[in-house]
């Protein structure tokens, strides 16, 4: 009588265990085949994220210069953190570059959206609309340097107007709507390019039946759009939450200088923890620079999960 092999015993047991579970052969060759498919990105994810998120948030119980010794400190600095009148201004200043800016920037990109879908040349609009993601920011602080400085082409038009005390746009009370101004003009084009990604891929027959039923432009959109390209709303909501907190070169181009940082009132968390690792004329604290890092991790963080779950919606089948 043949016997069979250990292996090939073990391989008939899960194949019996898979049937009793109802899994076809497709699925059980799904099973086998995941971690080895997965293992060395998760692997990857853990070496350049999660362990250098560990070692932040171990860094940020110390008191520590990046060259001496390390004093513990524990959670101290995050409570010196929350009493620094700086950090709490940073993290207000980006929230509302978080909140007021998605908002503009999310509006104007369901109108331009609105708009272009019944445009004849949208390709053409939207590579125009593009465009601006595509300059490197220290071009937008040279450029507003010249247009918006007191003898700039902005306020030359606006004395030809009879304007006769134009704003100051660039002054420490200006300088954070300036940048918010600029994100958005900047942002606006790339999310308006991937909703109407999404849009593209609606089924004309579908805008073609509420015009039958007397719909307009808005109502098309209201109905139809926005229930249809909802995923992609969610996802994009997701990447500005993300990258509206990394604004870190527009603020230092608009209000800095190379001997001088930004004015305080226009700085947000990124800018903080770049002044507190690399101080111009101090040591530098780079256990409090860790702890704001953190502190803005954990921000996006709640944000990102909230908006996911406002945003969850059954998905629409067309």
């Keep these: 009588m043949l016997h069979d092999s250990p292996r090939t015993a073990t391989v008939r047991g899960d194949a019996r265990a898979s049937a009793r579970r109802g899994l076809g052969p497709h699925e059980r ?6 971690w080895p498919f997965t293992a060395p990105a998760l692997v990857t994810y853990a070496v350049l994220f999660l362990a250098p998120v560990g070692y932040a948030i171990w860094t940020s ?6 060259m001496g010794q390390m ?11 929350f009493q620094d009148p700086t950090f709490r201004t940073s993290l207000v200043n980006t929230l509302k570059l978080m ?17 272009l879908r019944e445009m004849k040349a949208r390709l053409f609009a939207r590579s125009v609309l ?3 993601c595509l300059v490197n920011g220290m071009v937008f ?17 606006l004395h030809f107007l009879g ?9 420490t009370d200006n300088l954070l709507p300036m940048v918010l101004g600029t994100l958005i003009w900047t942002a606006t084009g790339y999310y308006t390019s991937i909703i ?26 209201r109905h139809i759009t926005l229930p249809c390209a909802w995923d992609v709303i969610s996802v994009c909501a997701v990447l500005w939450t993300v990258s509206s907190v990394k604004i870190f070169e527009l603020i230092l181009l608009f209000g800095g200088t190379s001997s001088a940082h930004p004015p305080v009132s226009s700085w947000n968390t990124a800018l903080y923890v770049y002044t507190e690792a690399f101080p111009q004329a101090a040591t530098p604290r780079l256990g409090t620079a860790t702890a704001a890092a953190i502190v803005s991790l954990l921000m996006v963080t709640v944000v990102t999960v909230v908006l996911r779950r406002l945003m969850r919606r059954d998905p629409v089948e067309y």
Aim: no cysteine; charged share 15%; proline share 6%.
């Design 29 to 34: 060759q799904q099973r086998r085949l995941f």
């Design 141 to 157: 602080g040279i450029a507003a340097g010249f247009l918006f400085s007191p003898t700039g082409p902005v306020n030359q038009a």
């Design 196 to 221: 109407m990604a999404a849009v593209d891929q609606i089924p004309k027959y579908l805008y073609e039946a509420a015009e039958l039923d007397g719909a307009n432009a808005f109502q098309r959109f």
């Design 61 to 66: 119980l110390y008191k520590w210069d990046g």
């Design 71 to 81: 004093e513990w400190r524990g959670l101290r600095n995050y409570q010196v953190l």
């Design 163 to 171: 304007v006769t005390t134009p704003p100051k746009w660039l002054s």
């Design 130 to 132: 593009f465009f601006p």
């Design 99 to 115: 909140f007021v800016g998605g908002a503009v920037t999310f509006a104007i990109s369901f109108a331009l959206t609105l708009v």
